[in-house]
């Protein structure tokens, strides 16, 4: 089981993808020891923002993804939302809006990693139970005529997608399900193949994700307050280790450090940030 430190959030943290409008910032280095924070430009959306996520691939860094979720009450509830593409230019500023459609209610919005794909491919994890791989086609730098186009999609389950993460090689994708199971999902050209599932937790699964330096390990954490860690070399999947009184309320994020192997640091409804060794 992992060891590690705590630190307080509070609770006037306002996160941009909590909100209905979209904020791009640029963190500016002032000092050796100072950096500050200014607004871009911001754009409203018709639903709210729960994913932004800025394209790693060279030739498009300045694009931006945003998935919006969004649920209609009544005597007959529905959920919808819609994925958004953005030209985000820092030294203009602007924020300019290439591509824009309705969709399934969305909870999560991943790009694939770079050494994966010639060309960006976005995993998009949906309210009805699918998960879905789009391509981004247009010119580079996002000037002009960018667009996704749908490649494949695949029923996971009745229950709804909650979060997901691709592995390092860009061949899987871990999936979190709002039932508390989990499914790791192959990607080879444009199918998608279920390998595993399995019920890790008792409530919703928030995060899920892939260890950068062990691929066959995935984190995951729940609203049942647990943070666990699974083999994938055994199936169904053992569980490595599993922190059970460490977080006080349901386990949102888990970040993994691109530079040490030994750290992760997990998120909570709590308020607190865990650094975990």
């Known amino acids: 089981m992992p060891k590690g430190v705590t630190f307080p959030l509070g609770s006037s943290q306002n996160l941009v993808a909590t909100t209905m409008t979209v904020a791009a910032r640029i963190i500016k280095k002032t000092t050796a020891r100072a950096t500050t924070c200014m607004d871009v430009a911001h754009w409203y959306l018709k639903g709210n923002a729960d994913a932004v996520e800025f394209c790693p691939y ?20 529905s959920r919808h939302g819609t994925i958004s593409l953005f030209n985000v230019d820092v030294d203009t500023p602007h924020l300019h809006l290439l591509f824009s459609e309705e969709t399934a209610a969305i909870f999560d919005v991943k790009w694939s990693p770079p050494r994966g794909h010639v060309n960006p491919l976005l995993a998009q994890a949906d309210a009805d139970g699918y998960l879905r791989i789009k391509m981004l086609e247009g010119c580079c730098n996002a000037v002009e005529g960018v667009n996704l186009k749908e490649t494949s999609k695949e029923k996971i389950s ?12 860009a061949t899987s994708i871990t999936v979190g399900l709002s039932d508390g199971s989990v499914s790791i ?9 279920i390998q595993q599932e399995w019920k890790a937790h008792d409530f919703e699964v928030w995060t899920t994700s892939f260890d950068t330096h062990q691929p066959n390990l995935v ?4 609203d049942d307050c ?3 860690c699974w083999d994938l070399r055994d199936r169904p999947p053992n569980v490595v280790f599993q922190s059970s009184k460490v977080h006080k309320m349901g386990v949102t994020c888990i970040e993994k450090s691109p530079h040490d192997p030994n750290i992760l640091l997990t998120g909570s409804y709590d308020e607190f940030l865990r650094l975990e060794e």
Not at 158 to 169: A, E, G, K, T, V
């Open 226 to 228: 647990k943070f666990s």
């Open 158 to 169: 009745n229950s709804m997608c909650l979060y997901l993460d691709w592995n390092p090689s």
């Open 219 to 222: 984190y995951t954490g729940s």
């Open 185 to 193: 999902v192959s990607v080879l050209d444009s199918e998608l193949e």
């Open 58 to 77: 060279d030739l498009y860094l300045n694009v931006l993804a945003v998935s919006t979720y969004t649920l209609q009450e009544g005597s007959q509830p």
